[in-house]
């Protein structure tokens, strides 16, 4: 499929990931593409949805909306965050079968959809050999559920809809609010501000032992493209950059980015979430060329400058502090 030639509808255009898609969607060429905003259709109700199939036309769907956060915010939100991504995903599938006329539904799941224990690697296979990690079990588990919902609606209607668990994502762009944002966020917020005010330590959540992947938001980008232009199959795609480090890894690399020179102090008494987190890649690789291209240091590098940038930005507007 040729997507520069097709009509794309994009949910969660303005979002963290859906940004950096719509950016690289049109560096493709792609000009037909159609990026709703919740203010024009709440994708928690079906008949807008509806309403807006029928308005846009798509041939092609990009499902990148969701109820997101970090452990905190998925600790204190478990019933919004699974209604939620639940709903949307509803919504969107059972109208693209109404709607009857879509070449193909790319959906989006979540890395937490896998089970806690998960081998590492993770395989694709594998995705329903446990129960997901407590504190992010709501939303993994409604995410994976649209996955059978897709299998299904291919078997029962022949809609063509594919489903990519992308690893976690990072890069400029993201959330850096400390109460909703994901790990790499918060440590640069973190480090960024206690280098500047030359705090003695930085205080962060768990042991440290923790290990996870992560995966540069515009290599994410590039990764879906792909597979939305090439590949049609109902077996879900694992999207990472199929590298793993530990917590206190992370924590010593961004604090040297950062320039901070003080103590790293983890709290134990907070959780740890899930043990270890990498993707078998391979899958993305064979079927539709995908590899990461973006290695960890730039990647932060590139993501630190831009919330330095946000920050200084913020402190010349007109009332700042």
């Not at 994009?10 to 898609?21: H, K, M, N, P, V």
């Amino acid at each position: 499929m040729d997507l520069v030639n097709e009509r794309i509808l994009l949910t969660g255009g303005s979002g963290f990931l859906g940004r950096a898609l719509a950016e690289h969607l049109r560096s493709l060429g792609c000009r037909n593409l159609f990026t709703p905003r919740h203010f024009d259709t709440d994708l928690l109700d079906r008949a807008a949805v509806a309403r807006m199939y029928d308005a846009w036309r798509p041939k092609v769907v990009i499902h990148a909306a969701a109820r997101v956060g970090g452990i905190g915010a998925n600790r204190a939100n478990p019933g919004l965050f699974f209604y939620e991504n639940m709903q949307m995903g509803l919504n969107l599938i059972e109208e693209a079968r109404r709607y009857g006329r879509l070449d193909k539904f790319v959906q989006l799941g979540t890395v937490c959809a896998y089970p806690k224990h998960a081998r590492v690697p993770f395989r694709e296979d594998e995705l329903w050999e446990g129960y997901p990690e407590e504190t992010n079990a709501p939303y993994g588990v409604a995410k994976r559920s649209l996955l059978v919902m897709l299998q299904s609606y291919r078997a029962q209607y022949g809609l063509n809809g594919i489903f990519l668990l992308p690893v976690n994502l990072y890069g400029p762009g993201d959330n850096f609010d400390l109460e909703s944002s994901h790990v790499i966020p918060a440590m640069i917020r973190k480090f960024d501000e206690a280098a500047r005010s030359n705090a003695p330590q930085v205080r962060l959540w768990g042991d440290g032992r923790p290990t996870r992947e992560f995966l540069y938001v515009g290599d994410c980008a590039r990764g879906i493209a792909q597979a939305a232009a090439s590949y049609d199959k109902p077996e879900p795609v694992n999207l990472g950059s199929g590298q793993e480090l530990s917590m206190a890894e992370l924590a010593q690399t961004v604090a040297r980015l950062a320039g901070f020179k003080g103590e790293i102090v983890w709290d134990k008494a907070m959780p740890n979430g899930q043990p270890r987190r990498r993707l078998d890649t391979s899958r993305a690789k064979v079927e539709f060329g995908f590899t990461a291209s973006t290695s960890l240091e730039e990647g932060l590098r590139k993501t630190l400058a831009w919330w330095q940038a946000q920050r200084a930005e913020q402190g010349r507007r007109p009332g700042a502090c």
